[in-house]
T-cell receptor, first 113, second 114 residues
């Protein structure tokens, strides 16, 4: 069965430092997509970054990068130069062959001054 | 470019009642997916609509039903509400046929069942 695992319920990082949020996945489908979303307390899921299973290079979007290790089935999110506004829940998700998203349980990131 | 919109933002119902939630997709998108997010959990897929038909469904009872209109907007209906239906309901839109398509989410509807 397809599954996303996020083992860090909470993470703390100081402003301007980098932080890595872990995500591992399980699927037998050779074609899949991996996503990271940010969810502030308002509730809206904000798309951050996407990695396709056949992409040769790690995805980057501004301060966000995805450390994709296919053999280890991991897709960790790296946030560089953390800002106070980065404090939120972060969800890793996988799109299966049927085009639905499977989410992990999330990691709460708190950025302190 | 309007993003995904949902209404209402908050809703309070009592057990046994019925509720209808609404979603308008991002401009240019033709596929709408609905998710339920219980407190402290990740979102769970309810179903997806494309071309006014339910294309796939998650592990939710028949009390959960939906509809998609010709303008691609969608409704989620829940009958015979249970206390456990209290959750944030998220709508996401995307464009069918693109393998790398991202689903963009609306702000959600918070449903409280008393």
């Amino acid at each position: 069965a397809q599954k996303i695992t996020q083992t860090q319920p909470g993470m703390f990082v100081q402003e301007k430092e980098a932080v890595t949020l872990d995500c591992t996945y399980d699927t037998s489908d050779p074609s899949y997509g991996l996503f990271w979303y940010k969810q502030p307390s308002s509730g809206e899921m904000i798309f951050l970054i996407y990695q396709g299973s056949y992409d040769q290079q790690n995805a980057t979007e501004g301060r966000y990068s995805l450390n994709f290790q296919k053999a280890r089935k991991s897709a960790n999110l790296v946030i560089s130069a953390s800002q106070l506004g980065d404090s939120a829940m972060y969800f890793c998700a996988m799109r299966d062959g049927a085009d639905k998203l499977i989410f992990g349980t999330g990691t709460r990131l708190q950025v302190f001054p | 470019d309007a993003g995904v919109t949902q209404s209402p933002t908050h809703l309070i119902k009592t057990r046994g009642q019925q509720v209808t939630l609404r979603c308008s997709p991002k401009s240019g998108h033709d596929t709408v997916s609905w998710y339920q997010q219980a407190l402290g959990q990740g979102p769970q897929f309810i179903f997806q609509y494309y071309e006014e038909e339910e294309r796939q469904r998650g592990n939710f009872p028949d009390r959960f039903s939906g509809h998609q209109f010709p303008n691609y907007s969608s409704e989620l209906n829940v009958n015979a509400l249970l206390l456990g239906d209290s959750a944030l309901y998220l709508c996401a839109s995307s464009l069918a046929g693109r393998k790398q398509e991202t689903q963009y989410f609306g702000p959600g509807t918070r449903l409280l069942v008393l």
